[in-house]
């Protein structure tokens, strides 16, 4: 029972731009071990990207390869979340973007392992492994930086308001994923959103930080409706292969 | 900021028998240590253990080499090469 090609796009599409964005933070980390970690999750997530793009192509059937479709769409063809897009800003906000993604990215595949779209289980066991430790870290991080000093307290409460109404989207389903958990292919989100909250409010109490109260949720990307972000990460990711189709090197 | 003290790492591969010094590294404590070499030092598989420890807590040997060293070289009863081993007894 094969997932549909949207459903596909959507889950590459996420792990794509998040690992181009945390592959921004290359080379300018606070301090080199940092750097270095950073560096392994954007791997980690464009190597589960390659896997999702790779199949959603398939699925497709036009003969569209994992370059073809990271390369050759415009802003308004990607599916991805548009919390994965919001920029890196300072250390609190790309750690606080992780902790929200990864604790969605980690239940989500964790239900993945059950879909009767093999092909999508066997990729979910794969990066199960990686989000694992992905979560760990940015939890940690959250927890170490809110509990820290008072000046990182308060730009990872600040991070953590600003980022709220980007998760909303995470656990609400577009018709696509109703369709993708009927089918008995994707997890039923309604499911994972309590999932997603207990690990959220358990971390941030341990981190000293608040739970938002505000719920009021930013919402589109699913459906292809983005932030002005991604249009300028499209201009630097796809730059070459626009400029000179096909070039390999 | 203020510079995060240096930790030495030491790494069991998974056929070692015990913990290998690999290098050296920042982190503010032992947690963030251990998942810093976690990402620097096993990036390829190569450990099933870690051991960190402050820097500031390993004692070198400090004297000239030759006299600390030297004065084990001639005593070749320290050496077992005077035993003549029966030939069942393999690999010794």
């Known amino acids: 029972m094969p997932a549909s090609f949207f459903y596909v796009l959507q889950l590459g599409d996420n792990a794509l731009i998040l690992s181009h964005r945390l592959s921004q933070w290359c080379g300018h980390g606070p301090v080199l071990e940092q750097d270095i970690a950073l560096t392994n999750i954007a791997l980690d997530l464009l190597g589960q990207a390659r896997l999702l793009l790779t199949y959603a192509g398939e699925l497709e059937g036009q003969g569209r390869s994992e370059d073809d479709l990271a390369y050759f769409r415009d802003a308004h063809q990607f599916r991805n979340v548009l919390l994965v897009e919001q920029p890196n800003d300072d250390w609190a906000h790309t750690i606080v973007r992780q902790f929200f993604f990864d604790a969605y990215h980690y239940y989500h595949y964790q239900a993945l392992l059950h879909s009767r779209d093999e092909r999508l289980a066997a990729i979910a066991e794969k990066a199960l492994k990686e989000v694992t430790y992905h979560l760990r870290y940015s939890s940690e991080w959250t927890i170490r930086l809110g509990d820290g000093t008072e000046e990182s307290h308060r730009r990872m409460q600040t991070a953590v308001d600003d980022l709220w109404m980007f998760t909303g989207e995470l656990t609400t389903p577009i018709p696509i994923e109703r369709e993708a958990a009927e089918a008995g292919v994707g997890p039923d989100l309604t499911q994972i959103k309590p999932q997603w909250e207990a690990k959220v409010r358990e971390v941030l109490q341990e981190a000293t930080l608040a739970f938002p109260t505000s719920s009021w949720m930013q919402s589109g990307g699913k459906e292809g409706r983005h932030t002005e972000h991604l249009g300028y990460i499209l201009a630097e990711m796809q730059f070459l292969q626009r400029a000179y189709p096909g070039l390999q090197w | ?92």
């Open chain 2, 1 to 92: 900021m203020k510079e995060w003290p240096l930790w030495e790492v030491f790494i069991r591969s998974k056929q070692g028998l015990s913990h290998k010094h690999v290098g050296s590294l920042h982190a503010a404590d032992a947690a963030m240590a251990i998942e810093n070499a976690r990402d620097v030092y096993c990036r390829r598989n190569e450990g099933i253990s870690i051991w960190v420890v402050e820097s500031k807590y390993i004692h070198a040997s400090t004297e000239d080499q030759e006299a600390f060293f030297d004065p084990s070289n001639d005593k070749v009863y320290r050496h077992p090469t005077f035993y003549k081993l029966p030939d069942e007894v393999k690999h010794m």
